[in-house]
C-alpha cells in the first residue's frame, strides 16, 4: 500500500484548500492511502478530496482525544503527543506533498527532508542557505497534478 | 467510527494467537476499525483475524519506518518514537483489549487505565495493589467474544 | 555522572512522601542525579529530598510549559509529548526506584522492564502472571537505604 | 531558573562552532542552563563552552540510550522518541538560540515560532514567504553576544 503524507497549514487560502482537495482526489484515484495531521484548512481539504474520491485517509492528531478532528477522517490516530506527532505524519509518507506554509508546515518539511524522503512542494514557503541561495532537495510543482506525479510512487 | 486498540506481546503462545485471531475477526465484522503495535505475536494475530474479515487494521509502530510490520496492517503509522508509541496505541481505541501479558502490554494496560478508558484483559498479568488485593478497573473476559461485548461499544 | 530515575503517583500518602524525600536525599549524597515526572506527590517529595540534599534534580514533563511544575526542580524539561514522557522519564535512568502505585506508576515500571532495566520497587503494586505467580525482575525493598543500594549503582 | 534551547547542526563549521561555544560560555555566565540536543557539532560546541564556564548543560536526545552523546553535558535525556524530541529540546527554552543550519535544525527553528517562542538566529538558514519576502518572527544577530541580548531573557 502507498502512503503520501499531505501537509499543510489550518489557515489557508481558499486556493490552497483547492489545491489539497485535488491533491486527496488524485492520491485517492490511484490507491493510495493519505495521512495527514487531521485538522483544519489543508489537513481537512486533503481529506475530503481523497475521502470523496473513496480514499483511505489517517489522522494523526497531537491531542490524545478525538477532539477538533475533521469529519473526513477514515481513521483517527490521536497521539497525546503534541506538535512532535509532526515526525509521525513524516514519517507515515513514503512521499510528502507540502502544500502552503505555516511553521509547523515547515516542521515537517524539515523533518521529511532530514529523513532523506521526497518532498514536494505546492506554493508554500521558500528556504534558501545563508547567501540566499535555495537549498536542494525540494521538488517544486506547479498544480496538483504535477504534485502527485513528482513523489515518483505512480508509474 | 468505531476504533478498539488491541494490545498484547511479541512472544505470544499459539492459544493466545488465537484468540487474538478470533477478536479481530469479530471487532471486522462489528465494523470497528482495529489498531495495534503492528509488529508480530499478539498484534500480528489480531491483524490477520480483522484483515482476513475484510476489516481495516492500522499499525502505530515503534521503529520509524515499516521494517518488521507485519503483511496484515491496512495502514502503517511508523511514528519513530520508540516505546512511547504505546501511548498512541492506546489512545486511539474507544476501548482497548489485551490478550496475554508482557511489559510492554502492561505499559499499555496502565496507559489505557491512567486515561480511564475501558480496558478488557483476556488471559494475561494480574495486578493487585499492596495488600495483594486485585485493583479496580479492569474487566476481565473469558473469551474472545466476551471481550468484544465488555468493550460496550457495540449495543 | 550517575542517573537515577525516581517514580511514583501524584496521589501520593504522607509515608509515600517520606520514603521519597529519603531516597532523593541519600540519592544527592552520593552525587546521583535524580529524574522525575516534575509534577507533584512522590515527584516532588523526592525532588525536595535530592535538592535540599544540594543534590541536581530534572522534571520531564508531560505538558509543553512548565505550569504545575513543582517548586525543587533543578531543572525542567517540558516535553509536550503528555503520557509518552513515561519511556523518556524511564530511559533517563540508570536504574529506576518506584515508590508507591498508579496506573501511570505502573506503566513507568513496565517500561522499565521492558528496556532491561534495573528496576527496584519501594512498597506499591503487585504483578502476577495469569497463574498468579510474582513476575521475575522487580527488586523489592524495605527502605530507602535498601532501595538505593539495590540499584546496584553504588558501589 | 532561565532554561535556553540552543540549536544547531551536528555537521557544522569551525565558524558556527566557535559560535556555538561563546553563545554557551555567555549563557553559563548569566547563570541559565543550556538545553541542546546533545550530540555533535553545535550541539557539543554549546555544551563545551557552558560546561567550561560552570553552566549547566542538559542534551535531550533523540536514542533510548547514552551512547554518543558529547561528553560536556550535565545531564542526559534520552528520550528514545527519535527527531520528535526536536519538540522537547525546543519546549524547553524560555528563548531559542539557532546556530548555523540544517533540515534538523530548520524543524526546531519552525517548532520554536510555531509555539510563539522568542527564536534568534545566528547565520543559518533564510525562510521566505511564497513572494519571498522575509517571514516575521525570527530576530537575527550578529554575534553570540548579541544573540544572549536578543533573547530579552538577560535584563
Redesign the interface.
Known amino acids: 500500500?502507498i502512503?503520501v503524507a499531505v501537509c499543510g497549514p489550518r489557515d489557508a487560502s481558499e486556493a490552497e484548500r483547492a489545491q489539497a482537495r485535488e491533491v486527496g482526489r488524485l492520491l485517492a484515484g490511484r490507491g493510495a492511502?493519505v495521512?495527514c495531521g487531521g485538522y483544519g484548512g489543508v489537513m481537512e481539504a486533503v481529506a475530503a478530496g481523497a475521502s470523496g474520491a473513496g480514499g483511505?485517509v489517517?489522522g494523526?492528531l497531537s491531542l490524545?482525544?478525538r477532539e477538533g478532528a475533521n469529519p473526513h477522517l477514515?481513521?483517527?490516530?490521536?497521539?497525546?503527543?503534541?506538535?512532535?506527532?509532526?515526525?509521525?505524519v513524516v514519517?507515515?509518507g513514503d512521499a510528502v506533498i507540502v502544500v502552503g506554509?505555516?511553521?509547523?508546515t515547515?516542521?515537517e518539511l524539515?523533518?521529511a527532508?532530514?529523513?532523506g524522503k521526497r518532498v514536494v512542494q505546492l506554493?508554500?514557503?521558500?528556504?534558501?542557505?545563508?547567501e540566499?541561495a535555495p537549498?536542494d532537495?525540494i521538488t517544486r510543482a506547479g498544480s496538483p497534478a504535477e504534485a502527485v506525479a513528482a513523489t515518483g510512487l505512480f508509474v
Not at 123 to 130: E, F, L, M, S, V
Open positions: 500500500m502512503q492511502v495521512v483511505l489517517v494523526v490524545s482525544t477514515t481513521v483517527a490516530i490521536p497521539t497525546g503527543i503534541g506538535e512532535a506527532r509532526n515526525a509521525a514519517n507515515a506554509g505555516s511553521w509547523g515547515l516542521s524539515a523533518l527532508l532530514r529523513s506554493g508554500g514557503w521558500r528556504i534558501a542557505d545563508a540566499g537549498l532537495g
